[in-house]
């Protein structure tokens, strides 16, 4: 039972470069979160699935797309990539998307755009 | 606008003592509010959650409280080790508007 796992952990990309994070869960949870946590800004939500087949904006979705390819798995893909985009990226999930459930994370991507 | 506080950055205590943590919070009703712990280099990790309508919950040597009044959960550790040091979050729902908002965190550390 791995939780959730995200690849990669780290990555370099040069501004205008684009990328896929992928992001899976083995917990037959329903819903699914992408966040980008930045120094003095804490956690931020991107996007989030509650449910295989849906997707929602977050707080700061613009750059982002996301595609909920299956109950397991939630991939982030950055089009062109800008200096602004560094961060870490975490994955999480949640058996639904009720705000009584916990959210179990992965152990995160690191991000460098230059 | 919609605001949530974590009292500071840092938290420097001494081993064996009461760690309290603040969470205010602005313009948000929530009605569940979570906890989770974050290590250097590591995702966050769940520790309780607590609804509105229960003052107090604890598990171990954890205790938090919610003041829906003051606006205000309160998170302490008592009896702390060196092991506790990590960073401490708190999250709120956003009345359904968006799934769990998260503090900026508060930074433990506990002295030996």
């Known amino acids: 039972n791995a939780g959730v796992t995200q690849t990669p952990k780290f990555q370099v990309l040069k501004t205008g470069q684009s990328m896929t994070l992928q992001c899976a869960q083995d917990?037959?949870?329903?819903?699914m979160y992408w966040y980008r946590q930045d120094p003095g800004m804490g956690l931020r939500l991107i996007y989030y699935s509650a449910s295989e087949g849906t997707t929602d904006k977050g707080e700061v979705p613009n750059g982002y797309n996301v595609s909920r390819l299956n109950k397991r798995e939630f991939s982030l893909r950055l089009e062109s990539a800008a200096p602004s985009q560094t961060s870490v990226y975490f994955c999480?999930?949640?058996?639904?998307?009720?705000?009584?459930?916990?959210?179990?994370f992965g152990p995160g991507t690191r991000l460098t755009v230059t | 606008s919609q605001k949530i506080e974590q009292n500071s950055e840092a938290l420097n205590i001494q081993e064996g003592k009461t760690a309290t943590l603040t969470c205010n919070y602005t313009?948000?009703?929530?009605?569940?509010l979570q906890w989770y712990r974050q290590d250097p280099g590591r995702g966050p990790v769940f520790l309780l959650l607590i609804r509105e309508n229960e003052k107090e919950k604890r598990k171990e040597r954890l205790k938090v409280t919610f003041d829906t009044t003051l606006k205000q959960s309160l998170f302490h550790i008592t009896a702390s080790q060196p092991a506790d040091s990590a960073t401490y979050l708190c999250a709120l729902d956003n009345s359904g508007n968006t799934p769990l908002v998260f503090g900026k965190g508060t930074r433990l550390s506990v002295i030996a």
């Open positions: 999480a999930s949640s058996e639904a998307s009720g705000l009584v459930y916990e959210q179990y």
């Open positions: 917990m037959n949870h329903n819903s």
């Open positions: 313009n948000y009703s929530p009605a569940y």
